[in-house]
């Protein structure tokens, strides 16, 4: 069923949400249960770029057409849909190679973009600082260098809306040498930020660093709002948090310093990793990690082992990691039934938590940032390895702060 076209307000001009349509493909019908919970958190990352779905199409294939992507018939079927419901742009769910997308669009005759440009597109609208930006600029151009033929071609029919924000736009309508020199220029700006960062870190001092990590929109923003007293930016979008945030913490008389960073995600375009790996120093460099989890998430098992991977391909995986299952009210609510008595549930609840006791090896929490659940108990652990920390690396200083030096 079409969507009828919704209007909003950015920079103080009205505009016209574009309307999308989603693409994925699986191998085999056994793959569909998990086609389909990627192609509903494209549909998320689309709502977050501000654009709206308007329909999902999917096939199964051994793997993909090298000319469409998808087979001839398939891509007949999205081009009449398109023409019929007044459709803007088409989002795969994979990505594409530029021969591909310059097929498609030559026979749809509109924007086609993947799950790689609807990222970078949402980190064009969320970066903030010059870092940030500068990232975002060198991503784009990275991924758009080896798509600027076919871009030249198409320019004067798909200009502007999503997949086209950013300020590295303007250097990617040029030609090949110019792109090139930018990334260029770019990764040495990037050099230079990291450098100042360098130097913002030692003049820290000798403090403990604890940094939040985790799939994106899991709460570790509102965690850290709950932890350092900040005022950081918590809602329901993904990628909500782009710039690493740092603070100081105290709490019984324990000073730290806690990191907020970025969130990981399904997909996540490896040049996208390498443009953050400044960003994500904060985590490479810190002392403690705190893995966050929606718990309510019906895929969070999946998000557990992204995020891992990912700390792996970082090499911070054996850093010393408290698991906190985020979101507890939600998960009762999705997966208790309302009938059963209170005792069962918690029956239910202590089997369930026992489970991940085990797997985590005692090393993981169970809280509701937004109903202030179990935060005590959180605080605690996390001041627990703080203190041993602190003993082993800088017993003068845990000696000064609390007359003591063992805390084992």
């Known amino acids: 069923m079409a969507i009828d076209r919704v209007e ?28 389909h919970e990627y192609l509903d958190e494209l549909k998320f990352l689309s709502t977050t770029a501000n654009v709206e779905p308007v329909e999902i199409f999917h096939q199964i294939l051994e793997k993909p057409d090298t000319k469409f992507f998808v087979g001839s018939g398939k891509l007949k079927e999205i081009k009449e849909y398109c023409k019929l419901h007044a459709i803007d742009a088409v989002i795969f769910d994979d990505e594409i190679s530029p021969s591909q997308q310059n097929n498609i669009e030559k026979e749809l005759q509109i924007k086609v973009l993947d799950r790689s440009m609807l990222i970078l597109d949402i980190f064009a609208q969320n970066a903030k600082t010059m870092q940030a930006k500068t990232q975002v600029e060198l991503a784009q151009t990275q991924y758009l260098l080896p798509r600027l033929k076919g871009m030249w071609q198409h320019l004067d029919r798909i200009k502007g809306g999503i997949g ?27 050099e230079e930020i990291a450098k100042q960062n360098v130097t913002q870190r030692k003049n820290r001092g000798e403090m403990i660093r604890v940094a939040l990590v985790g799939y994106t929109n899991v709460g570790k923003s509102t965690i850290m709002n709950l932890l350092s007293k900040a005022d950081i930016l918590a809602e329901d979008k993904l990628f909500a948090t782009l710039d690493t945030t740092v603070r100081k913490v105290v709490i019984d008389n324990i000073p730290f310093l806690l990191s907020d960073t970025v969130g990981f995600i399904r997909k996540l375009p490896h040049h996208l990793v390498e443009s953050f790996q400044s960003t994500l120093v904060e985590s490479l460099e810190s002392d403690i990690l705190i893995h966050v989890v929606d718990i309510s998430h019906p895929q969070f098992e999946d ?55 085990s797997k985590t090896h005692e090393n993981c929490i169970f809280i509701s940032a937004t109903e202030m659940e179990n935060l005590q108990e959180f605080r605690e652990e996390l001041i627990t390895k703080i203190k041993k920390l602190y003993s082993e690396r800088y017993p003068y200083k ?3 702060l609390w007359g003591y030096e063992n805390f084992s």
Do not use: C
Not at 164 to 190: C, F, N, V
Not at 322 to 332: E, G, P, S
């Open 303 to 357: 998000h557990i082992n992204v995020v891992n991977s990912t700390l792996r391909l970082l090499k911070v995986d054996d850093k010393p990691t408290i698991m906190v299952f985020n979101k507890m009210d939600l998960y009762r609510k999705k997966n208790l039934d309302e009938f059963l008595f209170d005792e069962e549930k918690e029956l239910i609840l202590e089997d369930f938590k026992k489970m991940w006791i």
């Open 398 to 400: 845990a000696k000064f």
């Open 8 to 35: 909003f307000e950015v920079d103080n001009t009205l505009r016209v949400k574009e309307r999308v349509v989603l693409v994925g493909i699986a191998q085999s019908r056994a793959d569909l249960p998990k086609l």
């Open 164 to 190: 086209m924000r950013g300020s590295g736009e303007k250097e990617i309508e040029t030609d090949r040498r110019i792109a090139q020199t930018r990334i260029s220029r770019l990764k040495e700006k990037l």
